[in-house]
């Protein structure tokens, strides 16, 4: 290597990051959406915490990441990403899945392959699109599939989110435990993180790091796997603190329209739940809401782990202090 040249260092991006045409699919009638953060001021939040590359995980569309680049042009540290809401027809559980460095004729496919996670994970495999199974607790609340269903749709995908910042840390060690279960049987397993952040206070607070140069080799050591996860897991308080300025944005947004999120005549009904909802919210649901919601992912993830600490008493796994159980 010459004296001009530089080898790769270490590349950190927060893999799960939201904007604000990120929808709320619970509770259609308000049409809400879950952030309300402009692309470009998520960009610029992600790069000033030091994150070298950046990219958007919005529920089912692109939309964030075309804006950006519409608006500032092309961007050598910025790739477009989404994250797809799938199901698993055998078990009946959905799931979420990040995929990365796509372009809009994939995201079309994705979208139309979407109901089916292990016809996804096919498409994803020969397109050589780096695909990360993300918060797997979250994603057993409604519904515990088997081990082997589980594990059969987790081994489908490259990579797995070890570390959500939105997740508490016992369920981020199950997913390092299914992570461990995978290598157990021979398969390499890449781990993800990212800040999951639906504001833009905690982007870059958890990110994956790789080895790279560039965005280019970044998504290689990505789509082989050679990459970590790092940062913090979750803590109630800056969850309840962001969940409330979720709903704050949501009546200034409902009340002004300044993104045009709204059709014409589209804010009666809305605006009449949300009037009624108000009092709810002045006593405290969204709080409420936020650690019911947490208790049943931390339930479901404890369940699995039961599961999973069999396999550690046979000696292939070893348990994190997260998820040990009594």
């Keep these: ?34 952030c309300y953060s402009r692309p470009s ?7 000033q915490r030091g994150m070298d590359l950046v990219t958007f995980t919005d529920h089912d569309t692109i939309e964030g990441c075309l804006e950006l680049l519409e608006r500032k042009g092309p961007l050598g540290d910025f790739f477009i990403s989404e994250e797809v809401s799938t199901c698993d ?78 997740q508490l840390p016992a ?6 435990l299914l992570a461990q279960k995978l290598e157990s049987d021979g398969r390499q397993v890449g781990r993800t993180g990212g800040s999951d952040a639906h504001t833009t206070r905690r982007i870059g607070w958890t990110w994956t790091k790789a080895k790279a140069v560039d965005r280019e080799t970044f998504l290689a050591s990505l789509g082989a796997g050679r990459v970590e996860s790092e940062g913090v897991s979750a803590s109630l308080a800056p969850m309840v603190r962001d969940v409330y300025h979720i709903v704050r944005k ?27 909802s108000f009092p709810l919210h002045l006593v405290a649901l ?11 992912v931390l339930g479901a993830s404890l369940e699995l782990a039961r599961d999973l600490a ?3 008493r046979e000696g292939s796994l070893a348990v994190p202090a997260e998820a040990e159980i009594a």
């Design 1 to 34: 290597m010459s004296a001009c040249e530089v080898g790769p260092t270490d590349f950190r991006v927060d893999l799960h990051v939201h904007t604000r045409h990120s929808r709320l699919r619970s509770l259609p009638v308000l049409k809400a959406r879950d």
């Design 41 to 47: 001021e998520v960009y610029r939040r992600a790069r």
């Design 89 to 166: 027809p055998r078990s009946g559980c959905g799931f979420h899945v990040s995929v990365f460095g796509i372009d809009e004729s994939q995201h079309g496919e994705i979208q139309r392959l979407k109901r089916d996670v292990r016809e996804l994970a096919t498409y994803l495999s020969r397109e050589r699109i780096p695909a990360s199974l993300n918060h797997v607790g979250s994603s057993l609340v409604r519904r515990l599939p088997s081990l082997d269903e589980l594990v059969e749709v987790v081994a489908a995908f490259p990579l797995i989110e070890t570390r959500n910042g939105a």
């Design 171 to 176: 369920s981020n060690a199950v997913a390092e």
């Design 250 to 276: 949501y009546y200034g947004d409902l009340v002004r329209n300044g993104h045009e999120h709204f059709a014409p005549g589209e804010r009666r009904v809305p605006a009449a739940c949300a009037l009624l």
């Design 286 to 296: 969204p709080a409420t809401a936020t650690l019911y919601r947490q208790m049943r």
């Design 310 to 312: 069999r396999l550690s």
